[in-house]
């Protein structure tokens, strides 16, 4: 089901481009696959890989966790006050 509101096509594109990698990178280079189970295990590794491996250009060439983790400690950092 979609996630955007009705007659938004965002959550969509950003859908379509996320398949289209998954195809590229994954299903089309390694077919004919034999069974549904070599498929879902592929899967999981190849989200393994692109969230902790692959390095993505869009956000400093770092994988999505690399980058999560490292919004959330720039994020965290105390806050140095003053009192004048």
């Known amino acids: 089901g979609s996630v955007g509101s009705v007659g ?3 959550d969509n ?3 379509e481009s996320t398949i289209g990698l998954f195809k590229t990178e994954l299903i089309k280079p390694r077919r004919p696959w034999k069974t549904l189970s070599d498929v879902e295990l592929a899967t999981a590794e ?3 890989w692109y969230n902790h491996r692959r390095l993505h250009g869009e956000i400093g060439h770092v994988p999505p966790v690399e980058y ?3 919004h959330y400690r720039a994020s965290t950092k105390p806050q140095v006050t ?3």
């Open 82 to 84: 003053t009192n004048n």
């Open 46 to 48: 190849y989200v393994d």
């Open 8 to 10: 938004d096509a965002y």
């Open 68 to 70: 999560e983790n490292n």
């Open 13 to 15: 594109a950003l859908m």
